[in-house]
């Protein structure tokens, strides 16, 4: 018997418009917050993975394109990536780079630093951004510099993603995403505090 789909099922549409729509003008890189605040959302108010394990539209669109379209290896997850070490070193390194992008944007907020209309892949590599840069002209120089840097986060986490589901499973990206392992930390704790 055939699952019926649920309108959820289909929020792999939205991780892929965000990276298409960003391409061409980068003030929709700022839609990806909703893509950070409603998982840690989630897990405080409800005390569950629901959005990773539901509605994340990342997760959805490496599961489609690993599965449906055979683009994974589909060979095991290595262990050291399910390590505690791993996973909460990873948090650490992705939360100092976007700390690093906060720090970018109110430099160019409070005029200490000109406005860098550039997107950085894997923070090293820069790609040439043009379209994209048209569209941060009508806009206050540190709007523009938030939607740059966090473009970039979104389009590196992507990609890394990407390498992952081509070696791995399809949702490899899952074990050691950031947000994942920030959520999951939020549950435990918050279980804690309830059987106290």
Not at 24 to 53: E, Q, R, T
Not at 146 to 171: H, N, Q
Request: one cysteine or more; glycine letters at 6%.
């Amino acid at each position: 018997m055939k699952k019926t789909k649920k309108w959820y099922d289909y929020l792999w549409i939205v991780s892929a418009l965000y990276l298409i729509l960003g391409f061409f003008n980068i003030l929709f890189a700022w839609l990806g917050l909703i893509c950070f605040f409603v998982p840690l959302a989630i897990a405080i108010i409800s005390g569950n993975k629901a959005y990773c394990n539901r509605y994340c539209g990342r997760g959805q669109l490496f599961q489609l394109l690993g599965e449906r379209l055979h683009l994974s290896r589909n060979r095991p997850v290595p262990r050291f990536l399910k390590q505690k070490w791993f996973r909460y070193g990873f948090l650490i390194f992705f939360l100092t780079m976007f700390l690093n992008m906060l720090f970018t944007t109110y430099l160019v907020a409070a005029g200490a630093s000109s406005l860098r209309e550039v997107v950085t892949l894997l923070w090293t590599f820069r790609l040439p951004w043009h379209f994209a840069a048209s569209s941060a002209a009508s806009v206050t120089p540190w709007v523009a510099q938030f939607a740059f840097g966090f473009y970039s986060v979104m389009l590196t986490s992507t990609v890394l993603g990407l390498i992952t589901m081509a070696l791995f499973k399809p949702r490899s990206w899952c074990v050691y995403c950031p947000m994942g392992t920030m959520t999951q930390g939020i549950c435990q704790l918050r279980h804690r505090g309830e059987a106290k």
